[in-house]
């Protein structure tokens, strides 16, 4: 693969720190999640950014196969990603899944469903997950 463009952030002082990206459009504080046995402070959390991530990045899939089928996908059209961590299975780390709930209002389900399923296949994101992490993908 030849990138056609590189994003370069950094972090300091873990979960709850801060993190950064080098040309400074992005520069936020990082809070730990009670249920991970943080303070649950008014920062985000590496989850809560892959999940937006995800999220646009799996629009922009969908909008880019509608856009070659010459289908028109509504401005409310929405990807909810929710990330979840736990312990891994096999108790020597923690691991994540992710789930993603797409809605295109008007699109008749088939329809959307079709997209969406070619989305996941052009998606760097899925296409990064696929195999690592348990995914569930619905259409609303």
């Known amino acids: 693969m030849k990138p056609l463009y590189h994003a370069h952030a ?3 002082g873990g979960r ?3 993190a950064k990206t080098d040309d400074g459009r992005l ?3 990082l809070s730990t999640p009670r249920e991970l046995g943080g303070d649950g402070g008014a920062g ?3 989850e809560q950014l892959f999940a937006s991530g995800y999220a646009a ?3 922009g899939a969908l909008k880019f ?3 070659q089928e010459k289908v028109k996908v509504p401005e409310d059209t929405t990807v909810r990603a929710s990330i979840g961590i736990g312990p891994r299975e096999d108790g020597t780390g923690f691991g994540i899944n992710a789930h993603l709930t797409v809605s295109i209002p008007g699109m008749a389900h088939g329809e ?3 997209l969406v399923q070619k989305a996941r ?4 994101y899925a296409h990064a997950t696929k195999g690592n992490i348990e995914t569930k993908l619905d259409v609303a």
């Open 121 to 124: 296949i052009v998606c760097p």
């Open 16 to 18: 709850t720190g801060h």
């Open 57 to 59: 990045c799996f629009l």
């Open 44 to 46: 985000t959390n590496p």
């Open 65 to 67: 196969v509608a856009g």
């Open 112 to 114: 959307a469903t079709a």
């Open 10 to 12: 950094s972090a300091t």
């Open 27 to 29: 520069d936020i504080t």
